[in-house]
């Protein structure tokens, strides 16, 4: 590793794009490297800069902002990109890491295919945050954004999700909390979901449950504040895949790990999941 010189701590960085992800609650989440980054960019483009400016005045950096988000026109995005061809430009978003939900996919898609170097400060985000707090199974995820505000498109929307074997992880709103969580307890009453709400904030909640259990929760006190909404991966339907027939079959042979990681190739099912289960099932044979 480098140690830069004094001088060096405060001279611009090299020309390019710096994707520069800043915190989601708690001020104290961004890196030394985003901090860095963000005083030594000529400029940085943000969706607003009364939301950026407060994060700047709280980290003492004086580095002049310009709005950039997804309704930006193609001439206004092309400046930013010729900007960042000749010094260096930071993109944030509000909160997070920008893309994620948030403006900057076309710009980065245009850097990509210019000249412009793009470098990704990671930091902070939400999705990630709600998953390691839910002690739902993380080793295969998929991340899906905010879930469609009409009944049926949100169903359709979880219709299309329902075989994926991977926790799903959405973003979402208080006031449509409710009727997310009555859509995935009709369609899905077996599965565990997680409502992570107002991460690294001082009111900071993660509840794990059946869907219906949490829509009564929230029906009676409604949620305040920002939301991910997590469910766990699907169970199989097939008789013939039972997961503790095929465990028990495989503790026959094999140690707990490599029992789960076959069971898992050949079901598809969440290795971490079938781990836990395949421990327990050695402990009952055990006593046996
Ligand atoms: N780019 C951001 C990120 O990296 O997480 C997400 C931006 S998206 C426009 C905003 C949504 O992210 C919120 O509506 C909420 O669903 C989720 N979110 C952001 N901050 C959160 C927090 N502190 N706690 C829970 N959810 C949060």
């Known amino acids: 590793m480098t140690t830069p010189r004094e001088s060096d701590l405060s001279a611009l960085l090299e020309p390019g794009l710096y994707i520069v992800a800043t915190p989601i609650g708690n001020l104290g989440d961004i890196t030394l490297r985003a901090i860095d980054t963000l005083r030594r960019c000529a400029v940085i483009a943000c969706e607003d800069t009364r939301v950026t400016g407060r994060l700047l005045a709280h980290l003492g950096i ?156 929230y029906s009676e006190r409604p949620a305040k504040g920002e939301i991910v909404l997590l469910v766990a991966p699907p169970w199989p339907a097939a008789p013939d895949e039972d997961p503790d027939a095929l465990l028990r079959e495989a503790l026959g042979e094999l140690p707990v790990s490599k029992a789960a990681a076959r069971v898992s190739k050949a079901t598809g099912l969440d290795r971490q999941t079938l781990y836990a289960r395949a421990v327990a099932i050695k402990e009952e044979l055990k006593r046996s």
């Not at 565990?192 to 909640?205: C, G, I, N, P, Q």
């Open 62 to 217: 004086e580095t002049r902002m310009q709005r950039y988000d997804d309704h930006a026109s193609d001439a206004a995005r092309a400046r930013l990109l010729e900007r960042a061809a000749q010094e260096p430009v930071a993109l944030v978003s509000d909160a997070g890491t920008p893309l994620i939900s948030d403006p900057g996919y076309r710009l980065v898609r245009e850097a990509r295919d210019s000249v412009v170097a793009v470098t990704s400060i990671p930091g902070a985000c939400a999705a990630i945050t709600g998953l390691t707090l839910s002690g739902l199974p993380n080793d295969r995820f998929l991340f899906a954004g905010f879930l469609p505000a009409k009944d049926k498109a949100r169903r359709d929307a979880l219709a299309e999700l329902a075989s994926v074997p991977a926790t799903l992880v959405f973003y979402e709103t208080g006031p449509r909390l409710v009727r997310s969580l009555e859509a995935l307890a009709e369609l899905w009453p077996d599965r565990d979901v997680a409502v992570a709400r107002e991460l690294t904030k001082l009111h900071e909640e993660c509840r794990t449950g059946a869907a219906a259990d949490l829509a009564a929760h």
